[in-house]
C-alpha cells in the first residue's frame, strides 16, 4: 500500500485505515486482517504453522487482536510523526 496506494481502491477503504494494518487477500480472495492476516501468513511459513493454530484459539485469538490493534495504532501513528508517509 506504501508504494503503489492505488490498490487500496480495490478495497473499498481510505488509505489511512488501510496503512494502519496488516492486509492480505487469501487464496481464495477475501481480504484479511490484522491477526488474521498475520495467522494466514505463519500458516503457509514452514516452521510457524504452530503460530497460525495458536492465534486461532478463540480466547488467544481475542487476546492477539487487542494487543496487535494496539501495537498497530502506535506504530502508525510513529510512522507519521516520523513522516514515512
Known amino acids: ?7 487500496v481502491e ?3 477503504q481510505a488509505l ?3 496503512r494502519e494494518r496488516l492486509h492480505l487477500r487469501d487464496e481464495q480472495g477475501q481480504v484479511l486482517v490484522g491477526v ?3 495467522a494466514a501468513l505463519f500458516a503457509h511459513t514452514r516452521g510457524q504453522r504452530w503460530l497460525a493454530r495458536l492465534l486461532r484459539l478463540p480466547g488467544l485469538h ?6 496487535y490493534n494496539l ?5 502508525y501513528r510513529w510512522n ?5 508517509w
Request: hydrophobic letters at 45%.
Open 10 to 12: 480495490e478495497l473499498n
Open 71 to 75: 501495537f498497530a495504532r502506535a506504530l
Open 16 to 18: 489511512e485505515p488501510v
Open 36 to 38: 488474521d492476516a498475520f
Open 62 to 67: 481475542w487476546l492477539a487482536q487487542r494487543a
Open 80 to 84: 507519521r510523526w516520523r513522516r514515512h
Open 1 to 7: 500500500m506504501h508504494r503503489q496506494p492505488q490498490t
